[in-house]
């Protein structure tokens, strides 16, 4: 079956960084659109990011040149960079495969 295992959240001040990972099992990796998507309390998911086969990407405005999605095929992961941290970032983050496919999700909390 799919799996998909995100790590790297955790706190950390407004302004600093952090790196989220998802290591994908079970599909076809290099074939499957990925993304990232977040929920804050009482807040809808929205997308984050996505990364299709042929490296295209789509971000929401939000995090527009502040936050970078990228993969590796070879390791069948997808990577958030996620600089320039602002406490409205503070959600529970989310892998996706193929808009369907969902991790457990990884809570990210912008505080000082």
């Known amino acids: 079956q799919v799996q998909l295992v995100e790590s790297g959240g955790g706190l950390v001040q407004p302004g600093g960084s952090l790196r989220l990972s998802c290591a994908a099992s079970?599909?076809?990796?290099?074939?499957?659109?990925m993304g990232w998507y977040r929920q804050a309390p009482g807040k809808q998911r929205e997308l984050v990011a996505t990364i299709t086969s042929g490296d295209s990407i789509k971000y929401a405005d939000s995090v527009k040149d502040r936050f970078t999605i990228s993969r590796d095929n070879a390791k069948n992961t997808v990577y958030l960079q996620m600089n320039s941290l602002k406490p409205e970032d503070t959600a529970v983050y989310y892998c996706n495969a193929r808009y369907t496919h969902w991790g457990q999700g990884t809570q990210v909390t912008v505080s000082s």
């Open positions: 079970g599909i076809a990796f290099s074939t499957s659109t």
